[in-house]
């Protein structure tokens, strides 16, 4: 098929299914816009990478400059987000106050600029964390969270899994990525093809939930309206398991399918009972196979990768040797710049820009005490899932499924980065929103 026809057919295919979507009249506001935007940018590519596909390098991510374009770009969105939640300062502080860790954390991220050895690309890469978490704080006070989430969730995928089956098949200039010694990477609308696997994860994840949920209430499916949303929600988690499998994403596919499990695990009457418990016996179980058989090894097998996690222990090894201080870490985001990052390239071809590691990557940066504040927010994280699992069991299992995933998609994967998308999609699902019912603002 010529590429222009496919092109034209991805095109209507688009507009059909945001069509359908638009006919649904989701409660959410022009504000959400905003958010959406950002998070359309996260999960795709820069700005400047849209409009120059070609001339962005490895070197350009790790380098000490940022793109003008892609900076004003998010500092006109920042500046909208503070103003719309300058009306909302009532419930914006009932979720500050409702994750007193999280902000910590932020806020020592920030202190941390004064020791890193690069301030200034430090700071603005922490204004850039803090411009997610305003996005964040934009869509937890709208009218109705769950279903702005929703909504952002749905047309993101709307958008990013039809242009990467486009790009992947029939404009590979731009979603295939052909490395320096050969080999063909699968990137999509994104930049590298572990990149691809985290934005399909996260969406496969959400319409597989969707599924479910309008499987079990299937009765309550009589409207035509909601008979296609299902089918479209399908059709999604088939382009997406084979985007999954296009891009070759281990971790992401593991990840996924442990994230599913651990969903149709929780629905079932027993384990509903009996929650604590059953992840109290889950931790024992792992803990007794890891003492009787080699249970690391097995899984790691079966995501085809080495012991080694295809050499990466090794990086971890020598990324640690370079941490002078281990209390307070290298500073926020800055570690893969100048000297450090020269001796690690100097060693390695294929140029990491990253520990593989999100644990790791926190203490390289943060050091001891950016670990134990993180633990912290994990902590007030979980306890706020068991609240929701009280009061909304089914949006709580999602939450709780998603948790888990993440921390285990972090042990292989870096995902902590304050402005990465899988950190935003991760505080917009699993942070307290606080149970006030909302006002309606103007829209």
Known sequence: MPSEVAAFLCSVFILTVF?????????????????????????SRPVVQWLYPNEAT??????????????????????????????????????????????????YCGISVIWSDYSLVSLKRWFRGIGTFI???????????????KTMFRRCAFLMIPLSILFIKYF?????????????????????????????????????????????NKKKINVTADKIGLFINIIFLVLIFWLLRTANSSTSTGCLIIAICILLLLNIPIVKRNINMTIFLLVFILFILSLIIDIENIFVTSLNREMTFTGRT?????????????????????????????????????????????????????????????????FSIYKSIRKTLVNDFQFGCFQLSFFVQYLIYNFTESAFGLYSFFWFVFLLICINQSAEKRTCYSK
């Open 172 to 216: 590979r200039d731009l979603g295939v990525y052909y490395g320096e010694f050969g080999g063909a990477e699968y990137v999509g609308v994104t930049t590298h093809k572990n990149l691809l696997g985290r934005l399909c994860l996260i969406l496969g994840f959400y319409f597989f939930w969707e599924i479910n949920e309008r499987w079990k």
């Open 135 to 149: 996005m964040v704080l934009v869509v937890l006070t709208e009218i109705d969270p769950l279903e702005t989430i």
């Open 314 to 378: 090794e990086v971890w090894s020598i990324c640690l040797n370079l941490v002078k201080n281990p209390l307070i870490g290298t500073g926020f985001e800055s570690f893969w710049l100048g000297e450090r990052l020269k001796i690690i390239w100097d060693r390695y071809w294929w140029h990491p820009i990253q520990a593989h590691n999100g644990y790791i990557e926190v203490y390289l940066e943060l050091g001891i005490v950016g670990l134990f504040l993180l633990s912290g927010v994990m």
């Open 19 to 43: 069509a359908v979507d638009f006919k649904r009249k989701p409660n959410v506001t022009i504000s959400h816009w905003i958010p959406f935007i950002w998070f359309l940018i996260a999960s």
């Open 58 to 107: 490895t070197m350009d991510i790790a380098s000490l400059s940022s793109s003008k374009i892609d900076a004003t770009v998010l500092t006109i969105l920042i500046i909208l987000g503070i103003v719309i939640l300058s009306r909302r300062i009532k419930d914006c502080n009932q979720i500050l106050i409702n994750n007193q860790w999280l902000v910590f954390m932020f806020l």
